[in-house]
């Protein structure tokens, strides 16, 4: 797997796993189950600001992708610097592409 692939491969994953954990509700309403659980302390304030979050869903991403140490490191920064681009753009461009809220008409399919 070439390391632009790899470093692509992890931008979309960090991206994915951030915006499902900060902004949607998640199947079944679990990540929103999960986030009011969270309250107001430590995780609660983490899973509310997308740039905090991103760094921790990076590190994870950024071990299994990295093939040593100091990559692993470089990964974990460049996943979670890519994820917060993503965000920014696909929240500019504001296309509807992901629901965030029940029957905004995003993809998804219906509430329920």
């Given at each position: 797997m070439s390391?632009?692939?790899?470093?692509?491969?992890?931008?979309?994953c960090v991206w994915r796993l951030t915006h499902l954990f900060q902004a949607e509700d998640g199947p079944w309403d679990v990540v929103v189950t999960l986030r009011r659980a969270a309250g107001e302390g430590f995780f609660g304030r983490l899973m509310d600001c997308f740039y905090?979050?991103?760094?921790?869903?990076?590190?994870?991403v950024a071990w299994v992708i990295g093939a040593s140490p100091s990559e692993r490191a470089l990964m974990w920064l460049a996943c979670s610097g890519g994820a917060i681009l993503v965000e920014r753009?696909?929240?500019?461009?504001?296309?509807?592409m992901l629901r965030t809220t029940a029957g905004d008409g995003g993809v998804g399919g219906e509430a329920g």
């Open positions: 390391d632009l692939f790899r470093l692509l491969l992890g931008v979309l905090c979050l991103s760094l921790w869903m990076a590190a994870p753009v696909s929240r500019e461009h504001g296309h509807g």
